[in-house]
C-alpha cells in the first residue's frame, strides 16, 4: 500500500468489501442490548445476531457485515483493569465482522479474508498464519476442510497452516448448543516486536509474547453439541467472523500501539494542548493519557445511546469511568473539567460513521462536564477519608479494606469503588469487592431503589397533592400551598417539608440522589412566558443539593428538582434556597431586552409585527413575530440600533399589579391566545425619568408616557442600561408567515463581540494587513485567485494539446481503421472533447480516439465505424469503464482501483478489432 489509511478509511474499505460481494451493510446495535436481560452492555459482534444463530428469528437478507460497538467495563468481561497499563485494551472498541446465515461458507470465507489482507490492504503474504481446529479431546473431527482450502490460497505458504485445540479454536455459545471450528489469521509482527525476546518462553502463534499478532477469527458454526458428548451437524451452516478494529488499525498504520493510530490523535492532542506537555513528557506519562481518552470516548458513546450518569446498573458505570478518567485528569495537572473538549474530538471522528454522536453533542458535552463538577467538589473529602483508613488497615497489618468502609465512601463522597481500588492498588492494597457490591445491594433495597422510578400525568399530581393534603393536616403549610414569589425573594429560609426520590416521599436522601424538594416558599421562576426555569442552591446545616428546574406537581405544591450533590438532606431540616443570580441576571437582561425588541420592531415594521413566540434565556433570545417578508439588512440594523438606544437612555422599568380591564384600557399589550386572570402583572418602561421626581404630578405625567407597556409575569431588570448591549446574531424564517429573531446581551453580547473580533484580528494578521483593510485586501486576493485560475486552465489547455500531438504519431492501424488510445494528464472533460475533435478533423474517416484524463474518459468513432458496428461507448466498456451517450461520441468514468492507465488503454485496439469482425 502507497499511502497510509486512516481508521474511517479501515472500517469503509471492510464495508465496501464484503458489501461489493454480496453483503447488507448493518448498522452497529446500541450498546444497551435490546431483549437481552443477561447483558449489562453488547461486549460483541454476536449479540445483535444471536436470535438468528439459535433459530428464534430472521433477517431479510443471508450475509451481513458490521461494525459493532462493544463494551466491556463491567461483568464476565471486564478490561477495566487492563486499560492504560498495555496498548491494547480498551473499555470500548469497534468489532468489524461479515456474516452468513445459512448461505456462504468456508470457501468463500476464507478467500475474501485473504484477499482482503493482502489484495486490498497489501498485508504480507509470508507474514501470515492460519490456524485450524483439531480436538484435544478427539471427538469432534478435525477441521481439514478449512486447512485444505487454506492451502489453496494464493501466495500462502502452506507450512502456515497450524493445528490448535478447544481452548483455542473451538467456538461455543455455550457448554451445550450450537458450537464449531474456528480459523485464526495471525501475523507475524517481527522480533522487533517481541516483549520477551531474549528469555526463555514460548515464541510463536498463539505463544506468550507479543511478537504473533491475532487479527481475525472465522468461525463455523456446523455442529449441535449434546450432554450426552453426542455431536450432530447443523441444517444450516453460519459463519461468524470478528476483527479488532482498533487492532488492524494499528496494523496498518504500522504503529506498535492502539493509542498511537490516529483513532486517538485527535483526543490527545487536545490533552496535550491542555497539559502543556511536549510529546515526550506525554509518553512518560502515557497511562493517564490512554485511560482519559479511552474512558471519554467510552462515556461519548454511552450518553450517546442514552445511559447518562447516575446511581445504578448502566448509569453508575457512565458515573464511574466518567470519575475515574476525571481523577486521572488531576495526575497530568488537569485542574478545570476537560473531558467535554477530548469528547469534541471524539464526536469529530466518530461522528460521520455514528451519526448519534453528532445528533447528541449537546447532552454528551453537558453531561461530562456536570458530573466532573459534581465529583470535583467531594473528590477532595472522600480521598482523604480513604487514605485515613488505608494508614488504618497498613497499622493493623492487614492488606484489604473493608467493602462496606469502601461502600459508605461512595455514598458520601462519590467515590466510586473502582477508584478507591485504584487509589488502594497504588499502595499495594487491595478493596474488597465482593463486599462493596453486598453494601450496595442492602442501600438500594433501602432506599426503594428497586421500585418502579416516578409516575405519570394524572396519577403524578394526585401523588402530590396528597403530600400537600398530609402537610396542610400536620399544619406544616397554609391552605394556598406553596408560596411563589420570584420577583422580591430570591434568597428563602424555611423548613425541608418533603423529600420525593424515585417516585416515593422519603425521609432523608443520599448523597448523587436525584430529588424533589417541597418548601414553604420559593423565589425560584417556573418557566413560562417564554422564560425559562430558574437554577440554583438548597443548603442545610451540613449538606448541598444543587436545583436544575422547579415545577408546579400539582394545585398549590411547586417542587424544586435537582441533585445531592453532598451531605444526606433529612424532612424537617432548616435550609436557604438560593437563586443562582448572576444566570437570573442574564436572563433578565435579555426578557426586559425582549420588550424592548418587540416595541422596534412595531417601529419599524409596523403594528402587524406581533410576538408569536419567545425564549428568554440566560444565554440568548429569541422572539418569533408575525412578518410576511424576510426583514433587509438595513432594517435589522434600524431594530438594533434602537434597542442600543433604549438601553443607553437609561429608561426605569415599573412592574405593578393591576385588574385586567384597567391594563387593557391604558393599552397593555396582551399577547395574543394567552389566558389572563383578573388581576395582572404589567411591564411598562417609561420614556422620561421624572418618575422619580417627588412631585405627583410629574410622577404621573411620567406614568403617561410609556415606551412599552405589556402584560407579563416574567422577571425584569429596574433599568435599561443594565441590558449593557444588545445584537442580534441571525433573523431567519421560523414557519410560513413568521420570522424569527436571535439575539444576545450583556455578558452574551461582549463574548460574541471578542469572538469575531478575534476573528477578524487573526484574518488581518494571515493577510499582513490592518483591520480595516481586510475587505480591500481579500477582495485583491480573490482577484488573483482568478486570474491564476485563468492562466493555469490556459497552461493546462496548452499542454495538452502538446501531449496530443505528440501522440499522434502513435495512432495504430487496426485492420484499415486509424486507433489512437492515450491518457492526457492534468487535463479536463472540455479539453479533451476538443482533442477528440481534432483528431476527428485529421482523420474524418475510419478513426476511433479514447482519451483519458484523472477517471475521466471520452471516446469518439466516425460515422463510418458506426455504420460497421463500433460504437463508441464499446470502446468505454471495453476498457473497464462505465458511461453512455450518442454512438459516435460517448464520456464515462474508469474505477479508482483501475491501476494503470495504460494497461486499460491497451485493451482499446482490440475493442476495435472484435466489433468490426
Ligand atoms: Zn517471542
Ligand atoms: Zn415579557
Known amino acids: 500500500m502507497s499511502k497510509k489509511l486512516t481508521g474511517n478509511e479501515i472500517r469503509q474499505t471492510f ?89 456462504y461458507y468456508k470457501k468463500e470465507a476464507i478467500a475474501w479474508s485473504w484477499q482482503l489482507l493482502t489484495d486490498v490492504w497489501g498485508l504480507p503474504k509470508d507474514k501470515l498464519y492460519a490456524t485450524c481446529f483439531e480436538d484435544d479431546k478427539g471427538d469432534i473431527p478435525r477441521d481439514d476442510e478449512a486447512a485444505d482450502i487454506w492451502k489453496l490460497q494464493p501466495g500462502f505458504d502452506p507450512s502456515h497452516v497450524l493445528f490448535f485445540g478447544r481452548k483455542e479454536n473451538l467456538w461455543q455459545m455455550a457448554e451445550f448448543g450450537p458450537c464449531g471450528p474456528c480459523s485464526e489469521i495471525h501475523i507475524d509482527l517481527g522480533e522487533e516486536r517481541d516483549n520477551l525476546r531474549g528469555t526463555d518462553h514460548v515464541c510463536g502463534v498463539n505463544g506468550e509474547c507479543t511478537r504473533y499478532l491475532e487479527l481475525w477469527n472465522n468461525v463455523f458454526i456446523q455442529y449441535n453439541l449434546f450432554e ?40 490527545l492532542d487536545v490533552l496535550r494542548s491542555l497539559t502543556g506537555h511536549t510529546e515526550k513528557e506525554m509518553d512518560v506519562n502515557f497511562t493517564p493519557y490512554r485511560v482519559i481518552c479511552d474512558h471519554a470516548r467510552s462515556a461519548a458513546f454511552l450518553i450517546a445511546d442514552g445511559v447518562v450518569p447516575g446511581n445504578g446498573g448502566r448509569n453508575y458505570v457512565t458515573r464511574m469511568i466518567i470519575r475515574r478518567a476525571a481523577r486521572f485528569g488531576t495526575k497530568i495537572g488537569l485542574k478545570e473539567p476537560f473531558l467535554a473538549k477530548v469528547a469534541e474530538a471524539v464526536i469529530n471522528y466518530y461522528g460521520d460513521f455514528y451519526p448519534e454522536l453528532q445528533k447528541n453533542k449537546a447532552t454528551i458535552l453537558d453531561n461530562l462536564t456536570r458530573e466532573e463538577v459534581r465529583f470535583a467538589r467531594t473528590v477532595e473529602a472522600g480521598t482523604a477519608h480513604l487514605e485515613n483508613l488505608l494508614s488504618e488497615l497498613r497499622a493493623s497489618n492487614s492488606t484489604t479494606l473493608d467493602g462496606h468502609k469502601a461502600f459508605d465512601l461512595y455514598a458520601t463522597y462519590g467515590l466510586p469503588f473502582e477508584i478507591s481500588r485504584d487509589i488502594a492498588r497504588e499502595q499495594g492494597l487491595d478493596v474488597d469487592e ?29 401523588f402530590f397533592a396528597n403530600i400537600l393534603k398530609d402537610l396542610q393536616t400536620k399544619n406544616k403549610i397554609g391552605k394556598d400551598g406553596v408560596a411563589y414569589d420570584p420577583y422580591t425573594s430570591t434568597k428563602v429560609d424555611g423548613e425541608v417539608l418533603a423529600l420525593i426520590v424515585g417516585g416515593e416521599s422519603v425521609s432523608s436522601a443520599s448523597l448523587d440522589d436525584d430529588v424533589e424538594v417541597i418548601l414553604p416558599k420559593t423565589g425560584f421562576y417556573i ?30 405544591v411547586i417542587t424544586h428538582i435537582g441533585q445531592v450533590i453532598s451531605g444526606q438532606p433529612k424532612v424537617g431540616d432548616q435550609a436557604t434556597a438560593e437563586v443562582d443570580l448572576t444566570r437570573r441576571h442574564n436572563i433578565m437582561r435579555n426578557h426586559t431586552a425582549t420588550h424592548l425588541l418587540h416595541k422596534a420592531l412595531h417601529e419599524v ?22 412578518q410576511p417578508d424576510a426583514m433587509t439588512s438595513e432594517q435589522v440594523e434600524r431594530v438594533e440600533k434602537m434597542v442600543n438606544e433604549a438601553i443607553a437612555a437609561d429608561m426605569p422599568v415599573v412592574k405593578v399589579t393591576k385588574s385586567l380591564d384597567e391594563a387593557k384600557k391604558e393599552g397593555a399589550m396582551a399577547l395574543f391566545g394567552e389566558k389572563y386572570g383578573e388581576t395582572v402583572r404589567t411591564v411598562s418602561i417609561l420614556e422620561s425619568d421624572s418618575l422619580l421626581s417627588d412631585k405627583p404630578q410629574q410622577q404621573a405625567a411620567a406614568l403617561q408616557s410609556k415606551y412599552s407597556y405589556e402584560l407579563c409575569g416574567g422577571t425584569h431588570l429596574d433599568r435599561t442600561s443594565d441590558i449593557g448591549a444588545f445584537l442580534i446574531v441571525s433573523e431567519g424564517s421560523a414557519a410560513a408567515g413568521i420570522r ?37 485586501k481579500v477582495e485583491m486576493l480573490q482577484d488573483e485567485v482568478a486570474d491564476l485560475k485563468k492562466e493555469l486552465a490556459n497552461l493546462r489547455t496548452q499542454s495538452a494539446l502538446s501531449t496530443f500531438n ?56 466516425t460515422e463510418d465505424l458506426v455504420k460497421r458496428g463500433l460504437k463508441a461507448g464499446d470502446l468505454i466498456t471495453g476498457i473497464g469503464g462505465k458511461g453512455g451517450g450518442r454512438p459516435n461520441m460517448a464520456q464515462g468514468s474508469l474505477p479508482a482501483s483501475r491501476g494503470n492507465a495504460n494497461e486499460a488503454l491497451g485493451k482499446a485496439a482490440k475493442v476495435v478489432e472484435e466489433k468490426l469482425k
Open 15 to 103: 464495508i465496501d468489501f464484503f458489501v461489493e460481494h454480496g453483503h447488507t451493510a448493518v448498522p452497529s446495535m446500541s450498546l444497551v442490548p435490546g431483549g437481552d436481560a443477561t447483558l449489562l452492555f453488547t461486549n460483541s459482534g454476536m449479540v445483535q445476531f444471536k436470535d438468528v444463530f439459535i433459530g428464534t428469528d430472521t433477517r431479510p437478507y443471508k450475509r451481513a457485515v458490521d461494525s459493532q460497538k462493544c463494551l466491556r467495563v463491567a461483568g464476565k468481561h471486564n478490561d477495566l483493569d487492563e486499560v492504560g497499563r498495555d496498548d491494547t485494551h480498551h473499555t470500548f472498541f469497534e468489532m468489524l465482522g461479515n456474516w452468513s446465515f445459512g448461505d
Open 228 to 267: 450426552d458428548g453426542r455431536l450432530e451437524p447443523l441444517p444450516a451452516k453460519h459463519v461468524d467472523t470478528g476483527m479488532g478494529f482498533e487492532r488492524i488499525v494499528s496494523v496498518l498504520q504500522g504503529v506498535d500501539s492502539n493509542y498511537k493510530t490516529d483513532l486517538f490523535t485527535g483526543s
Open 434 to 462: 465482593a463486599g462493596f457490591n453486598a453494601a450496595k445491594n442492602e442501600h438500594s433495597k433501602a432506599s426503594g431503589g428497586g421500585k418502579a422510578m416516578g409516575k405519570t400525568g394524572g396519577e403524578d399530581a394526585e
Open 527 to 556: 418557566e413560562s412566558g417564554g422564560q425559562v426555569n430558574d437554577e440554583g442552591y438548597i443548603r442545610g446545616k451540613d449538606w448541598e443539593i444543587e436545583v436544575n428546574a422547579v415545577r408546579r406537581a400539582a394545585a398549590g
Open 605 to 626: 415594521l409596523g403594528d402587524h409585527a406581533r410576538q408569536a413566540g419567545s425564549l428568554v434565556a440566560p444565554t440568548h433570545l429569541r422572539f418569533d413575530f408575525t
Open 740 to 776: 424569527r429573531i436571535e439575539a444576545v446581551t450583556g455578558r452574551g453580547a461582549y463574548e460574541l463581540i471578542q469572538k469575531r473580533f478575534k476573528t477578524l484580528k487573526q484574518t488581518a494578521g494571515a493577510l499582513k494587513s490592518a483591520l480595516e483593510e481586510v475587505p480591500v
Open 806 to 861: 505528440l501522440q499522434l504519431a502513435n495512432v495504430q492501424t487496426v485492420k484499415d481503421v486509424n486507433v489512437l488510445a492515450v491518457e492526457i494528464p492534468n487535463a479536463d472533460a472540455d479539453t479533451l472533447r476538443s482533442l477528440a475533435d481534432k483528431f476527428r478533423e485529421k482523420y474524418p474517416q475510419a478513426g476511433a480516439v479514447v482519451l483519458v484524463t484523472g477517471s475521466t474518459v471520452i471516446a469518439t468513432v
